[in-house]
């Protein structure tokens, strides 16, 4: 019989998810607030650890478990691979709750093999391979019975541990996998090379320090991503994170301004400043300066994450999913408006300065600037890979300039 599922953060348990589908809950533990405190954000900025919870906050407990799994055909084929329906929240983390974002482990005490002894399984260049050409089939490169992995989103990706001298393994009954790969697109062939120049160019303006770069695995071209919420410290390899869904509230494509309202940069930023500090919400507008210089239309809240150290300290996670996709085929709108404004084309500085001081930042006329010319010239030293779209360091350094020039970035 299938009963409560156990919730461990940094290996303590906090608590239990009680219920089915319909009606579950997060049921606090008495170790969590004794290691954590009581009211502590560790968790959640949303879900606060309490000795019992209150009925009014169950909506938004039961919405940041359920934002641990991902959307589309990708959640679809792990619940017809875990033959459960793809509706089952409870169900889902049942059978892949253990290697999920953040320093969260999800298990259920009374399924067979549980507690898991997590171990690898070493792969060479073709096993990678396999791997990335069957990502349609076994989402997340999670192993028939073992594979215990979620992670959200709809883009297709497979999850393995890097060991120290460069090999890549497979992460069996709930080892920490280190690094995302998302193989090649048929569709957008470029798209893993744009990625990698955006991320680069993150890292060269202090917006990230996780390493990426794009890989052959025996004829199979990926970018490989390194985990920012991964480490061999505290947490058994695992650092907490949520991300501005969670925060907000917000479930799948609510994570776009447009389909409910549920979310805005204003809104996180407040949330972010209030539950922690004015720092995060000064970096949070040098990633969205970035994101409009750079022509990334999908950050969404989904993309924008902070990172719950074992402290209780709260900071903002390193810019992830930066990919410059003006040169597609798409709309041109931004997934979050920017001081009233949905078109990436219609974008000026000052839009970004505006939107800025409407989180309450005294500093957003000096720190719009300062990242554009940190931008500027990260883009004239870094050159992107020979498979990159064509056009992109072109399009940026115009989007760029006529940001710096007062005119609209298109």
């Not at 049921?27 to 009211?39: K, N, Y």
């Not at 997340?140 to 019975?145: A, E, I």
């Not at 239309?297 to 719950?308: A, C, E, Q, R």
Request: proline share 5%; with cysteine; charged share 20%.
């Amino acid at each position: 019989m299938m009963g409560d599922l156990v919730v461990e953060l940094y290996g303590t348990r906090i608590g239990v998810l009680r219920g089915d589908w319909r009606n579950f809950d997060f049921v606090p533990d008495r170790a969590g607030v004794a290691r954590f405190g009581l009211g502590s954000n560790v968790l959640s900025l949303s879900v606060p650890l309490l000795i019992r919870s209150t009925r009014s906050g169950a909506s938004l407990r039961r919405n940041f478990f359920s934002e641990l799994l991902p959307e589309g055909h990708m959640r679809a084929r792990l619940a017809r691979n875990a033959s459960v329906p793809d509706h089952d929240v409870i169900a889902l983390l049942r059978h892949y709750g253990r290697d999920v974002a953040g320093a969260l482990q999800i298990w259920d005490p009374n399924m067979p093999g549980e507690p898991r002894e997590p171990r690898m399984e070493q792969l060479d260049d073709a096993g990678v391979a396999a791997m990335l050409a069957q990502v349609t089939d076994e989402p997340l490169g999670n192993k028939p019975g073992s594979g215990k992995t979620s992670l959200a989103g709809v883009q297709d990706k497979i999850v393995l541990a890097r060991s120290a001298n460069g090999v890549w393994n497979r992460v069996v009954d709930g080892a920490p996998s280190t690094h995302i790969l998302k193989p090649q697109s048929s569709r957008f062939s470029t798209m893993i090379f744009d990625e990698e120049y955006g991320a680069r160019l993150c890292r060269k303006v202090g917006l990230a320090e996780n390493d990426t770069w794009v890989d052959n695995f025996d004829g199979i071209f990926a970018v490989v991503i390194e985990r920012y919420d991964r480490t061999p410290g505290d947490g058994q390899g695992r650092i907490h994170q949520e991300d501005g869904n969670q925060i907000l509230g917000a479930a799948g494509d609510e994570k776009y301004q447009r389909i409910s309202g549920k979310v805005s940069l204003r809104r996180l930023a407040h949330t972010l400043a209030s539950a922690c500090d004015t720092e995060m919400i000064e970096q949070l507008l040098r990633y969205l300066a970035v994101a409009v210089a750079i022509g990334n239309l999908d950050m969404h809240t989904k993309n924008i994450s902070v990172l719950h150290l074992a402290d209780g300290a709260c900071i903002l996670a390193p810019a992830y999913d930066m990919v410059p996709q003006r040169h597609f085929s798409n709309d041109g709108e931004l997934a979050l408006a920017v001081h009233g404004k949905y078109q990436h084309s219609a974008i000026t500085a000052d839009d970004l300065i505006a939107e800025g001081e409407s989180w309450g930042l005294t500093s957003a006329s000096s720190i719009v600037p300062e990242i554009l010319e940190d931008l500027a010239l990260a883009v004239s030293s870094e050159q992107p890979h020979p498979q990159a779209h064509p056009s992109l360091v072109g399009d940026i350094s115009t989007f760029i300039a006529n940001l710096q020039a007062g005119k609209p970035v298109g």
